[in-house]
């Protein structure tokens, strides 16, 4: 079955950091671009970051550029999201997700849930 | 930056058609992704390049895409299609994925 797992989301004060992590399984991890898209309590997705099958080309979105950073370790089927100086803004459930071959988040994760309060 | 409009709500009684836009400058030179999410749960992809469906969504979800509008289109409306719908796109100008503002459905 392929499924991606998150975990690492928790409460952290303002300014502090945190590390996701998404565990994928099912599928040739190596071969799929991953993304983290996130959602506030009550608001729509938001994407966050790409990152290509290799690991080479990493995109961040505007809000969490030079905060956050995206990585993958291709051996052990692994996504991770590093979030730095984090906001109250960033509080928000945060998904990884497969980008299929039609160029659509095709699989997704549960999500774990970030809280950025002191 | 490159945005997507949608209309916050749709209605529409069981068993008629569910019309949902995605305006966009120029979004029919774009490929549209749609997805579906229901409260508490990951969104799921509905339609992939505008109008494809990944194996398991019913054909009743379909898609188009031209000019400055995109449309998500379910036919035969049931209740367990009620769900928030969310377009997406990649801009390659700006190496970023947009979201749509979502569209919440509702079953009459």
């Known amino acids: 079955e392929v499924q991606l797992v998150e975990s690492g989301g928790g409460l952290v004060q303002p300014g502090g950091s945190l590390r996701l992590s998404c565990a994928a399984s099912g599928f040739t991890f190596s071969v799929y671009s991953m993304n983290w898209v996130r959602q506030a309590p009550g608001k729509g997705l938001e994407w966050v970051s790409y990152?290509?099958?290799?690991?080479?080309?990493?995109y961040y979105a505007d809000s969490v550029r030079g905060r956050f950073t995206i990585s993958r370790d291709n051996a052990k089927n692994s996504l991770y999201l590093q979030m730095d100086s984090l906001r109250t803004e960033d509080t928000a459930v945060y998904y990884c997700?497969?980008?299929?071959?039609?160029?659509?988040?095709?699989?997704w994760g549960q999500g774990t849930t970030v809280t950025v309060s002191s | 930056s490159y945005v997507l409009t949608q209309p916050p709500s749709v209605s529409v009684a069981p068993g008629k058609t569910a019309r949902i836009t995605c305006g966009g400058n120029n979004i029919g030179s774009k490929s549209v992704h749609w997805y579906q999410q229901k409260p508490g749960q990951a969104p799921v992809l509905v339609i992939y390049?505008?109008?494809d469906r990944p194996s398991g969504i019913p054909e009743r979800f379909s898609g188009s895409n031209s000019g400055n509008t995109a449309t998500l289109t379910i036919s035969r409306v049931e209740a367990g299609d009620e769900a928030d719908y969310y377009c997406q796109v990649w801009d390659t100008s700006s190496h970023y994925w947009v979201f749509g503002g979502g569209t919440k459905l509702t079953v009459l």
């Open positions: 990152i290509s099958g290799t690991g080479s080309t990493m």
């Open positions: 997700a497969r980008l299929g071959e039609g160029f659509g988040m095709d699989v």
């Open positions: 390049f505008n109008s």
